[in-house]
């Protein structure tokens, strides 16, 4: 289930990223354009993509597999998270 949020926040980070260089780039609002007849899922489209990010940088900040173990080396190396490497 994990692994199922974290790929699912990053995939909406992303999506996040891209509809804001397409609004910086070309003034394009690709969310807007998909979603502009409906503008509540447009809205919830946004609310998704800011919880993303924070679940992805909480994930990314508090994860023990993403931090060095005890004695210095990579946590994967070390086999720290049950040795494979995954939260």
Not at 21 to 27: P, R, S
Not at 52 to 62: K, L, N, T
Request: some cysteine.
């Amino acid at each position: 289930m994990k692994c199922f949020v974290k790929w699912t926040s990053l995939v909406l980070v992303l999506v996040g990223a891209l509809n804001w260089g397409l609004v910086g780039a070309l003034d394009f609002n690709l969310v807007n354009w998909l979603l502009g007849a409906w503008p509540m899922a447009e809205k919830v489209v946004y609310i998704l993509v800011g919880v993303a990010a924070i679940v992805y940088v909480c994930d990314m900040c508090f994860c023990p597999c993403n931090k060095d173990c005890k004695d210095g080396k990579d946590s994967k190396e070390a086999g720290c998270c049950g040795g494979n490497g995954k939260c």
